[in-house]
């Protein structure tokens, strides 16, 4: 589960824009897959990077060691802003929204729950509502599901649109326990 997502979303957002302009997107997002995949298959590498008692000068020798061949300056710019700003412990986090949100060259994911088949045109008058707020290109993917008792829910990435009957039952039985009757 992402700690501090409007962090996380900032730092993520920011390094694609200026890598955008740079390196550009494509570039970016395959140095973040190498320096996660670098990570993950070397634990110390990252615990070193995190370390409190390694200067940060000496990590900026590291990471200039180790990749610099291997990934844009950009990507090594951004890591040494992490660990200046003693956020390292965020970019997997980091990865992990930009691979979310970019995996499908700009689509997002959407899960639509409901309880009974939907008509065509409902679910296109759905999917343009969600395109117009949201400003992006969909990949929709509809599940029944009954437990809803009816209405819809809305999944897209960590946000969840809950118009389902279940979710209003359980929101007025919250309202009338707090109810006092004397």
Do not use: W
Request: with cysteine.
């Amino acid at each position: 589960m992402i700690k501090d997502k409007p962090v996380i979303s900032r730092y993520a957002e920011a390094f694609l824009s200026f890598a955008k302009a740079n390196c550009g997107t494509d570039r970016a997002l395959e140095d973040l897959v190498t320096v996660k995949n670098i990570i993950r298959d070397n634990p110390g590498f990252g615990q070193l990077l995190d370390n409190p008692e390694i200067s940060y000068s000496e990590k900026c020798l590291i990471i200039d060691g180790v990749a610099k061949d291997s990934i844009a300056d950009e990507m090594r710019n951004f890591l040494k802003l992490l660990l200046e700003k003693k956020r390292f412990n965020i970019f997997l986090d980091v990865a992990e929204y930009l691979r979310a949100k970019y995996s499908h060259r700009g689509q997002i994911d959407v899960l639509l729950k409901t309880a009974f088949p939907l008509e065509l045109d409902l679910i296109r008058r759905i999917e343009a509502a969600l395109k117009k707020k949201f400003n992006r290109d969909l990949r929709f993917y509809i599940n029944l599901d009954g437990s809803l008792l009816g209405g819809v829910q809305v999944i897209i990435g960590n946000t969840i649109i809950d118009g389902s009957v279940k979710k209003r039952l359980e929101g007025l039985r919250e309202r009338l326990a707090t109810v006092r009757m004397d």
